[in-house]
Every structure is written in structure tokens, then in C-alpha cells.
């Protein structure tokens, strides 16, 4: 008896290897370039984007100007008046710095929370097509060096799930 169990247990993961072995890959980006969401998520992002940029130019500008006015006035105020100028322009200086860096945290914030929901669309597609079509595994490759005759381009297919062209 023991030694029917022990040649079941040996020849069990031969039975494994023996499966049909499906390996699919899918390029998310073609898959991203043609979605609608994305085109909406950057348009999102680049008016988020214009709104900071707006502010720092008119940042830009006040500072550019009491920068040229102290330094066509600055021979005639009295030092007490200078280190105020100064200071007010140091102030504004890092304004301009923290409205930038808050822009740059809000652009990935907003990029982020938007991007969210289309790449779990895009999965939930990919864990269908590969449920539906039996595939082992399905990889995402960066860069496909090599494509042998086994792997297949499940691309197309993730594609049609998301009813995309």
C-alpha cells in the first residue's frame, strides 16, 4: 500500500507538467493609447496644469516687477524700506516655490486618482480574457525581445473586451 501512495505521490507532478501550458502577452500601452478615459484623464491633468501655471505667471510677473522697482528706487529708499522690499520679495520667492510644489503634488494626485479606475478596467479585461481563453499566464512585457510560437498576443483580444478598435 505504502508503495502505491509514494509511486502515486512521485508521478502526480509528472501529470502536471504534462498540462497544456497557454502563455499570453498583452501590450497595455497600445491598449491605453487608443481608450477614451486616457485622452479624458489628460485632458483632466493638463487643466490642472494650466491652473498652476496660470498663477505662477502672474506670480512671475508681480515679482518681476518689484524686483525692476527696487532696483530703480532702490538708491533713493532708506535702508529700513529696502529690507522690506527685500523681505517681500524673499516672500514671494517662496510663495512661488510652494504654489509650485503644490501644483506638482496636485498634478500627481489628480493623475493618479484618475488613473486608477481605467488600469482596473483594463485588469478586470485581462483576467477575463485569460479566464475565458484558458491562458496560464498572461505577461505585460516592457520590451518583447523574442516571441515564440506557443506565446500569443492577447492584445487584440483585451481590446475587443473593452469594445476598443
Same mark, same amino acid.
Do not use: W
Given at each position: 500500500? =505504502? =508503495?502505491?501512495? %509514494?509511486?502515486?505521490?512521485?508521478?502526480?507532478? %509528472?501529470?502536471?507538467?504534462?498540462?497544456?501550458?497557454?502563455?499570453?502577452?498583452?501590450?497595455?500601452?497600445?491598449?491605453?493609447?487608443?481608450?477614451?478615459?486616457?485622452?479624458?484623464?489628460?485632458?483632466?491633468?493638463?487643466?490642472?496644469?494650466?491652473?498652476?501655471?496660470?498663477?505662477?505667471?502672474?506670480?512671475?510677473?508681480?515679482?518681476?516687477?518689484?524686483?525692476?522697482?527696487?532696483?530703480?528706487?532702490?538708491?533713493?529708499?532708506?535702508?529700513?524700506?529696502?529690507?522690506?522690499?527685500?523681505?517681500?520679495?524673499?516672500? %514671494?520667492?517662496?510663495?512661488?516655490?510652494?504654489?509650485?510644489?503644490?501644483?506638482?503634488?496636485?498634478?500627481?494626485?489628480?493623475?493618479?486618482?484618475?488613473?486608477?479606475?481605467?488600469?482596473?478596467?483594463?485588469? =478586470?479585461?485581462?483576467?477575463?480574457?485569460?479566464?475565458?481563453?484558458?491562458?496560464?499566464?498572461?505577461?505585460?512585457?516592457?520590451? %518583447?525581445?523574442?516571441?515564440?510560437?506557443?506565446?500569443?498576443?492577447?492584445?487584440?483580444?483585451?481590446?475587443? =473586451?473593452?469594445?476598443?478598435?
Amino acid at each position: 500500500m =505504502k =508503495k502505491i501512495i %509514494l509511486s502515486l505521490l512521485l508521478l502526480l507532478p %509528472l501529470g502536471l507538467f504534462a498540462q497544456d501550458v497557454k502563455i499570453a502577452f498583452v501590450d497595455q500601452n497600445e491598449i491605453f493609447n487608443v481608450m477614451p478615459e486616457v485622452s479624458e484623464l489628460e485632458n483632466a491633468v493638463a487643466a490642472k496644469q494650466k491652473e498652476y501655471d496660470e498663477i505662477l505667471k502672474s506670480m512671475q510677473e508681480e515679482y518681476q516687477r518689484k524686483v525692476a522697482d527696487f532696483q530703480q528706487r532702490g538708491d533713493s529708499l532708506t535702508e529700513n524700506i529696502k529690507m522690506v522690499r527685500v523681505q517681500e520679495i524673499q516672500e %514671494l520667492q517662496n510663495r512661488m516655490e510652494n504654489v509650485y510644489n503644490l501644483g506638482q503634488e496636485e498634478y500627481k494626485k489628480t493623475q493618479e486618482t484618475l488613473f486608477l479606475p481605467i488600469q482596473e478596467k483594463v485588469m =478586470k479585461a485581462v483576467a477575463s480574457v485569460g479566464d475565458e481563453n484558458g491562458y496560464t499566464c498572461i505577461l505585460h512585457p516592457q520590451v %518583447l525581445l523574442y516571441k515564440g510560437k506557443n506565446i500569443i498576443d492577447a492584445t487584440a483580444q483585451v481590446k475587443a =473586451k473593452l469594445g476598443l478598435k
